[in-house]
C-alpha cells in the first residue's frame, strides 16, 4: 500500500511543493532548497557574516550589543571582566574581539548560549580558547555535540569542536551573579528549538530572548530539532508576560526592542497560526493555503527578512 494515502498531511505538501516547483523527478526538496537552487540558506548566511562589518550598539552603561555576524550578540562589561550571550559565527572572529577590545580590556569570562544553531553557538569554541566558560541549557550541549540534519535548511552540521562545548548546564532553572548584576536563565520548552533560553540581567531589566522573538521579520521554526509554532507562539506570550514597559529586549533578529514590540510580534503569531489552522481544518491543502495568503494582513511589515510569507505559511502548516 502507498503510504502516502494514509498520510494527508504529506501528500497535500507534495502538492504544494509541486505547484511551487519543489517537486522535481519524485525527490521532495523543501522551500529554503529551491530558494538556495540546490544549496543552503547556511552557506549564503555565513558568506554574508564574513562580509559583514560588526556594529555595536549602546543600551545602558555595561550593555552593548553587537550585530552583523548571524543573531544578536550582547555583551555585559564589568569589573569582574565580561560576559557574552550568544557568540555569532566563527567567520566573524576577528571582528568581533575587535569590538570587544573596544568596549574594554577586559577577559571574556563567560559565554551564554540561547541555543544550539550555527548563527548563535558557532562561534563558541574561540571563545571559549580565549578562557571562557560556556553555559547553556542541557539540550543545546546534546545537538552541538552530534551530527544534526536541519531539513528545512537543507543542511547537515557537523558535530561541533569539544572546545565549543558547554559545560556549565542546566535543565530549567539557573541563576548566576556577576559584576552586581543578577542573572536569571529559563528553559522555554519547545518554541524556536527545544532547548531555548532567555537571559534576563534583573536589576538592570535587560533581557536577550534569542530567537523567540525576531523583531520585524517572520521566524523560522526548525521542526528538525523540536521546534513548533505553538511553542513559539507560547514563549512569545510568556515573553510579553514577563517584561515591563521599561525592560530592554535583545531579540535574537532584529533591532533592539520592548514590551510593545514583543506584543505585536505575539499578536502576528496568534493570528497567523489561526488562519493558518482554519484553512487546514477546512481541508485546504497546504498549496491552497498558500495561495490563500494568510498572512496577506502582516506582509509589509514582517516579509523583509530571509523567511518570507509563503515559507513562513508553510512553516505554520506544518505545526498547526
Same mark, same amino acid.
Request: hydrophobic share 40%; proline share 5%.
Given at each position: 500500500?502507498?503510504?502516502?494515502? @494514509?498520510?494527508p498531511d504529506?501528500?497535500?505538501?507534495?502538492?504544494?511543493?509541486?505547484?511551487a516547483g519543489?517537486?522535481?523527478?519524485?525527490?521532495?526538496?523543501?522551500? #529554503?532548497?529551491?530558494?538556495?537552487?540546490?544549496?543552503?540558506?547556511?552557506?549564503?548566511?555565513?558568506?554574508?557574516?564574513?562580509?559583514?562589518?560588526?556594529?555595536?550598539?549602546?543600551?545602558? *552603561?555595561?550593555?552593548?550589543?553587537?550585530?552583523? /555576524?548571524?543573531?544578536?550578540?550582547?555583551?555585559?562589561?564589568?569589573?569582574?571582566?565580561?560576559?557574552?550571550?550568544?557568540?555569532?559565527?566563527?567567520?566573524?572572529?576577528?571582528?568581533?574581539?575587535?569590538?570587544?577590545? /573596544?568596549? /574594554?580590556?577586559?577577559?571574556?569570562? $563567560?559565554?551564554?548560549?540561547?541555543? #544550539?544553531?550555527? +548563527?548563535?553557538?558557532?562561534?563558541?569554541?574561540?571563545? $571559549?580558547?580565549?578562557?571562557?566558560?560556556?553555559?547553556?541549557?542541557?539540550?543545546?550541549?546534546?545537538?552541538?555535540?552530534?551530527?544534526?540534519?536541519?531539513?528545512? #535548511? @537543507?543542511?547537515?552540521?557537523?558535530?561541533?569542536?569539544?572546545?565549543?562545548?558547554?559545560?556549565?548546564?542546566?535543565?530549567?532553572?539557573?541563576?548566576?551573579?556577576?559584576?552586581?548584576?543578577?542573572?536569571?536563565?529559563?528553559?522555554?520548552?519547545?518554541?524556536?528549538?527545544?532547548?531555548?533560553?532567555?537571559?534576563?540581567?534583573?536589576?538592570? +531589566?535587560?533581557? $536577550?530572548?534569542?530567537?523567540?522573538?525576531?523583531?520585524?521579520?517572520?521566524?523560522?521554526?526548525?521542526?528538525?530539532?523540536?521546534?513548533?509554532?505553538?511553542?513559539?507562539?507560547?514563549?512569545?506570550?510568556?515573553?510579553? @508576560?514577563?517584561?515591563?514597559?521599561? *525592560?530592554?529586549?535583545?531579540?535574537? $533578529?532584529?533591532?533592539?526592542?520592548?514590551?510593545?514590540?514583543?506584543?505585536?510580534?505575539?499578536?502576528?503569531?496568534?493570528?497567523?497560526?489561526?488562519?493558518?489552522? *482554519?484553512?487546514?481544518?477546512?481541508?485546504? /491543502?497546504?498549496?491552497?493555503?498558500?495561495?490563500?495568503?494568510?498572512?496577506?494582513?502582516?506582509?509589509?511589515? #514582517?516579509?523583509?527578512f530571509v523567511?518570507?510569507?509563503?515559507?513562513?505559511?508553510?512553516?505554520?502548516?506544518?505545526?498547526?
Amino acid at each position: 500500500m502507498n503510504s502516502l494515502a @494514509n498520510n494527508p498531511d504529506e501528500l497535500s505538501r507534495r502538492r504544494f511543493l509541486a505547484s511551487a516547483g519543489i517537486l522535481t523527478a519524485g525527490i521532495i526538496l523543501s522551500p #529554503w532548497e529551491v530558494l538556495a537552487q540546490g544549496g543552503s540558506p547556511v552557506t549564503t548566511i555565513i558568506a554574508e557574516a564574513a562580509k559583514s562589518p560588526i556594529t555595536i550598539q549602546k543600551l545602558k *552603561t555595561g550593555f552593548n550589543v553587537l550585530e552583523g /555576524s548571524g543573531g544578536n550578540i550582547l555583551v555585559f562589561n564589568g569589573p569582574e571582566g565580561k560576559m557574552m550571550v550568544d557568540a555569532g559565527i566563527d567567520v566573524s572572529k576577528a571582528k568581533i574581539k575587535q569590538a570587544l577590545a /573596544s568596549i /574594554s580590556p577586559k577577559h571574556v569570562e $563567560h559565554l551564554i548560549s540561547t541555543h #544550539w544553531h550555527f +548563527d548563535h553557538a558557532s562561534g563558541n569554541n574561540w571563545v $571559549h580558547e580565549t578562557g571562557a566558560n560556556i553555559i547553556s541549557q542541557a539540550i543545546t550541549k546534546k545537538h552541538l555535540s552530534q551530527s544534526v540534519r536541519v531539513v528545512d #535548511w @537543507n543542511y547537515t552540521f557537523p558535530p561541533a569542536p569539544a572546545g565549543a562545548l558547554p559545560t556549565t548546564l542546566f535543565e530549567k532553572d539557573y541563576a548566576m551573579n556577576m559584576n552586581g548584576e543578577t542573572l536569571r536563565l529559563q528553559h522555554y520548552g519547545p518554541a524556536h528549538t527545544d532547548c531555548d533560553i532567555f537571559v534576563h540581567f534583573e536589576n538592570a +531589566d535587560v533581557i $536577550h530572548v534569542a530567537d523567540t522573538f525576531w523583531n520585524g521579520y517572520y521566524p523560522f521554526i526548525d521542526y528538525s530539532t523540536g521546534g513548533s509554532i505553538k511553542g513559539m507562539l507560547k514563549a512569545a506570550i510568556a515573553n510579553v @508576560n514577563r517584561v515591563s514597559a521599561s *525592560t530592554i529586549v535583545v531579540p535574537g $533578529h532584529g533591532p533592539v526592542g520592548n514590551k510593545a514590540q514583543l506584543i505585536e510580534f505575539r499578536d502576528m503569531l496568534a493570528a497567523i497560526t489561526h488562519n493558518v489552522e *482554519t484553512l487546514k481544518k477546512q481541508g485546504k /491543502s497546504l498549496a491552497e493555503t498558500v495561495a490563500a495568503k494568510p498572512t496577506k494582513a502582516f506582509d509589509a511589515k #514582517w516579509n523583509n527578512f530571509v523567511i518570507k510569507s509563503d515559507l513562513f505559511t508553510y512553516l505554520v502548516y506544518r505545526g498547526v
